[in-house]
């Protein structure tokens, strides 16, 4: 006997053909006689197929403050110094440089409860890198 279940493909398989078509996007002016047209240099490029990613107004730029769009942009975020990728400085700073500051914080520890109502603990000294965007 043989089960079979539908799956969806991985994640990133998923994220790799969005970004493919994020990246392809078609810009249309709205709609004329319901069909779609393409706007500016686009129109010479022929039809637009029924798998394209359209859009009507281009994205604003999330790097960069906007009180307008309520866009906070992302001077002061936090970030990996240490890491390539979606997570690194680069990535989420939008290229342009991040401070990192070491911090020492004390924080209680190992705490016990002594009977009846008492809490005693140490302190612990603890060094953090902290990294975030200019």
């Known amino acids: 006997m043989r089960t079979c279940w ?3 493909s991985s994640f990133r398989n998923i994220s790799t053909a969005m970004k493919s ?3 392809k996007a078609v810009p249309i002016a709205r709609k004329f006689n319901g069909k779609l047209k393409r706007k500016g240099k686009a129109k010479k490029k022929g039809p637009i197929s029924l798998d394209s990613l359209v859009y009507l107004e281009r994205s604003p730029n999330y790097c960069k403050l906007d009180y307008a769009n309520g866009i906070r942009g992302t001077s ?10 979606p997570g690194s ?3 989420v700073c939008c290229n342009r440089g991040h401070q990192t500051q ?9 705490c016990k409860f002594i009977y009846c109502c008492k809490v005693e603990c140490k302190e612990c000294k603890t060094t953090k890198e902290i990294s975030t965007c200019n």
């Open 89 to 91: 400085c680069n990535y």
């Open 76 to 85: 002061g975020r936090t970030c990996n110094a240490t890491f390539n990728g």
């Open 6 to 8: 539908k799956q969806l």
């Open 102 to 110: 070491v911090v020492r914080k004390i924080e209680r520890c190992y």
């Open 21 to 23: 078509r994020y990246d």
